[in-house]
């Protein structure tokens, strides 16, 4: 980086702070998209450390799963809710890849996911993804790819049909919204392969384990695990 370059930076700090993305707050020196009281309050779940957790149980009975968990409760009214919104509809990408490297840093640490092979983020519908600019799963899968070592299949799934949002629909709908949602190109670059498929959000897990069906069914010998940035703890019958 130039001087010229450096110092345009330090004088648009001056005027233009980088804030936490929780509490808005300016971020001090060292600090990156989260300020350091933010980050020691988030709402972890703690779940990427034990085998058998709520994430898990809601695959029982309709995905085999090697492994499964969420890094976030999601907290309806507060500062996280806005944070996942901001990378989701305002184009706070950044914040999606930063909060999967954190993400990733427990899963390694964690020692249940040593086993993955590659990162399968959560495909977008090709309208979705040219109306928002791009799919903030492929940023947090990048996050979390970083720090298992492992690379990014992008190009293997995809969403053949535009479905509704599934925030729009009653809890009895979902299922049957996101039925044969999905597909699989180039099943001979997953075969044989432990996938660790990755969304941002998940609620009734719909979506997730439709994705996850449609690529146990169309590609031999693969093993799937689930990695989701922010789950409900209604959904998951978790008391706060």
């Known amino acids: 980086m130039s001087i010229l370059s450096e110092l345009f930076r330090d ?13 808005g707050e300016p971020l001090e020196t060292g ?3 989260l300020c350091t009281l933010c980050r020691a309050t988030a709402p972890l779940t703690g779940y990427w450390r034990e085998a058998d957790n709520p994430v898990v ?3 029982w009975g309709l995905v085999p799963v090697e492994q499964a968990s969420g890094f976030l409760f999601f907290v309806h009214g507060s500062g996280w809710r806005q944070l996942i919104h901001g990378f989701k509809y305002r ?9 999967g490297e954190w993400y990733g ?18 495909p977008l519908h090709p309208f979705k ?7 903030q799963s492929e940023y947090i899968a990048e996050g ?3 720090q298992l070592g492992v690379p990014v299949e992008r190009h293997c799934v995809y969403r053949r049909r535009n479905t509704a949002s599934q925030a729009l629909k009653p809890r009895r709908e979902r299922a049957g919204n996101v ?3 999905f597909a699989v190109r180039h099943p001979e670059r997953l075969a044989g392969r432990h996938l660790l498929l990755v969304d941002d959000v998940m609620t009734t897990g719909a979506t997730l384990l439709s994705c996850a069906g449609e690529i146990l069914q169309a590609v031999p010998g693969c093993r799937i695990s689930l990695a989701v940035l922010a789950v409900s703890q209604h959904e998951l019958g978790v008391k706060s």
Do not use: H, M
Not at 11 to 23: D, E
């Open 129 to 135: 993804r040219c109306r928002r600019g791009y799919n």
């Open 57 to 59: 149980r809601k695959c």
């Open 11 to 23: 004088v648009a700090s001056l005027f233009f702070p980088a804030r936490c993305a929780v509490c």
């Open 91 to 99: 184009g706070a990408w950044r914040t999606a890849r930063s909060l």
């Open 179 to 181: 039925e044969g949602a």
């Open 105 to 122: 840093r427990y899963l390694r640490e964690s020692g249940l996911y040593d086993g993955v092979e590659c990162v399968v983020p959560l």
């Open 144 to 146: 979390i790819a970083s």
């Open 31 to 33: 600090e990156r998209t």
